[in-house]
Nanobody, 116 residues
Framework: QVQLVESGGGMLQAGGSLRLSCAASGSIFSINVMGWYRQAPGKQRELVAA???????NYADSVKGRFTISRDNAKNTVYLQMNSLKPEDTAVYYC??????????WGKGTLVTVSS
């Protein structure tokens, strides 16, 4: 069984920065993709950023240049550094882990609220 535990959400004003963390535990293989998705009220869940165990990275166009994803493979932890936050970044942010078998795991989510 795999568990993902997010931390770092909160409330802040536009222009501020926040760092999210997600620690994975359980039957995690060394080859995987970890990422962050978000879901704003009334909208579908969308990919924010993802990083493979080999270090390949993909960002949503809306966060390029502002957000940085990174991971510590030794700690099975993925981070999302969010800078220059905007009110439209307000959402519940979910950590995701994808395994080569096709299994997909999700964290419970952490709320980020950005006020103008």
């Amino acid at each position: 069984q795999v568990q993902l535990v997010e931390s770092g959400g909160g409330m802040l004003q536009a222009g501020g920065s926040l760092r999210l963390s997600c620690a994975a535990s359980g039957s995690i293989f060394s080859i995987n993709v970890m990422g962050w998705y978000r879901q704003a009220p009334g909208k579908q869940r969308e990919l924010v950023a993802a990083i493979t165990s080999g270090g390949s990275i993909n960002y949503a166009d809306s966060v390029k240049g502002r957000f940085t994803i990174s991971r510590d493979n030794a700690k099975n932890t993925v981070y999302l550094q969010m800078n220059s936050l905007k009110p439209e970044d307000t959402a519940v942010y979910y950590c995701n882990l994808k395994l080569p078998s096709g299994m997909d795991y999700w964290g419970k989510g952490t709320l980020v609220t950005v006020s103008s």
